[in-house]
């Protein structure tokens, strides 16, 4: 009994460490690679769905597909991370990392097939709370990230609401560009600027 009893203190200490420590999973490339998915993402809706109330179905499976890019580019970057590195505790972190993010992800697919499927009408809302939706995993992960970060869901959050604000002009690639381009750039530099510059 008190060796199960230690056993279970033990993994609680080590649960609370990984959560004071800070995770390098993240790589400032990778995230300045999705800032640059959204600004092209734009430039394709400027080109191509130049009225999106006119096309919604075109103008979501665009920046859905941008959006998976985006997730399977960090997923593939995360997972050969941990492989080169191969040790216990950065395959806690990793997981404790997609534990605080996850819910932010799935929120935001259920809120869009929701819209999407019952009121394709709101369709414009979904800039904004995907913005929203997406600070809030920032700030889920603020603890395991330099602090900085939190700097960056503050960003999130602003414009979300801000996109929310704008009614059906939402739809616009520059909202878009504008919370997700300069959002993950910017996150991007804080990765870089706190955490990787002193690799080089």
């Known amino acids: 009994m008190e060796l199960r ?7 609680e200490i080590r649960e609370h460490v990984a959560r004071t420590e800070t995770f390098r999973g993240y790589r400032s490339e ?20 130049p009225d999106p109330q006119q096309t919604p179905s075109a103008w979501l499976a665009l920046w859905i597909a941008a959006a998976c890019l985006c997730v399977a580019a960090t997923g593939l970057e995360m997972a050969v991370r941990r492989r080169r590195i191969a040790s216990a505790w950065a395959a806690r972190l990793t997981w404790l990392a997609i534990e605080q ?12 097939a929701a819209l ?4 394709p009408e709101s ?3 979904l800039p904004g709370l995907w913005a929203v939706l997406f600070s809030l995993g920032i700030f889920a992960s603020c603890r395991l990230l330099p602090r900085a970060t939190f700097w960056v869901g ?6 979300g609401a801000a996109a929310l604000a704008c009614g059906e002009q939402a739809l616009s690639p520059w909202v878009m ?24």
């Not at 009893?5 to 993994?11: C, E, F, K, T, Y």
């Not at 503050?154 to 414009?159: A, I, K």
Request: aromatic letters at 14%.
């Open 5 to 11: 009893d230690a056993l279970a203190q033990i993994s």
């Open 30 to 49: 990778i995230i300045a690679f999705s800032a640059l998915v959204a600004v092209i993402a734009g430039g394709i809706q400027a080109a191509y769905i």
């Open 101 to 112: 993010f996850l819910p932010c992800l799935i929120a935001g697919a259920l809120v869009t």
């Open 116 to 119: 999407a499927r019952f009121t």
């Open 123 to 125: 369709l414009a809302l």
């Open 154 to 159: 503050g960003y999130y959050l602003l414009s």
């Open 177 to 200: 560009i504008g919370c997700f381009g300069v959002g993950q750039a910017s996150a991007a530099g804080v990765l870089y600027w706190f955490l990787e510059r002193g690799d080089d």
